[in-house]
Each structure stands twice: as C-alpha cells, then as structure tokens.
Nanobody
Framework: QVQLVESGGGLVQAGGSLRLSCAAS????????MGWFRQVPGKERELVAG???????NYADSVKGRFTISRDNAKNTVYLQMNSLKPDDTAVYYC???????????????????WGQGTQVTVSS
C-alpha cells in the first residue's frame, strides 16, 4: 500500500502562483506514474498533469504553459507548480499514483489506485 499526502493548497489571487506537493510513503516511488487531478462540483475529476516513471508528462490543455509537474524520486515527492492561476483553476486537487513503468500517463482516474486526500485551491478574482 502507498499513502499519498498533498500539501500546498490555499487561497491565491488570480495571476498568482502555488506549488502543490505530494509525499508518498511507498518504497518504489520511482516505479510509479503520478498524476494531479482536480475536481469541482458538478464536473468529473480530470487529469491536470501527470508524469510517468520514465519522465514523460501529460497536461490538460487548459493548463499547458502555466503548470509544471515534476518529481523528486529521492524524496518520494511529486510537485505541481501552478503559475498564472485563474479563477477557473479553483478545485480540489488530488495526487494519484499507479505502479507503472514506462512513458504512458493515463488520463483516466480509474487507472490510478492510490490517492491522496485532496487539497483545496481557491483562486479569487
């Protein structure tokens, strides 16, 4: 079992930045594909950004150029740097992982079997 704990959410003004962190308790973190998902009321959970065990990334079109996902395998941590935040970025952000070695970052939430508790990001106008 892997435990994921997100941190770094909060309230920020439009145009501002936040960095989310996700700390994993597992011993084989480098073998996991990791993703950041977000969900707002009335909408399906969507992949914001993901990074494979091989380092390939996948971003939602709405965040390309603004968000950057990265990982530090030595620290068992994945990050989401969020810049130029917009009010419609407001959501609960979840860290997710799945044991998968390769370059694929699946966008479907049901492909991930480990989830964090979520952290609220609120962007005010």
């Amino acid at each position: 079992q892997v435990q994921l704990v997100e941190s770094g959410g909060g309230l920020v003004q439009a145009g501002g930045s936040l960095r989310l962190s996700c700390a994993a308790s597992g011993r084989t973190f480098s073998s996991y594909t990791m993703g950041w998902f977000r969900q707002v009321p009335g909408k399906e959970r969507e992949l914001v950004a993901g990074i494979s065990s091989g380092g390939s990334t996948n971003y939602a079109d709405s965040v390309k150029g603004r968000f950057t996902i990265s990982r530090d395998n030595a620290k068992n941590t994945v990050y989401l740097q969020m810049n130029s935040l917009k009010p419609d970025d407001t959501a609960v952000y979840y860290c997710a992982g799945v044991r998968a070695i390769g370059l694929i970052v699946p966008p479907q939430p049901n492909k991930y079997n480990y989830w964090g508790q979520g952290t609220q990001v609120t962007v005010s106008s």
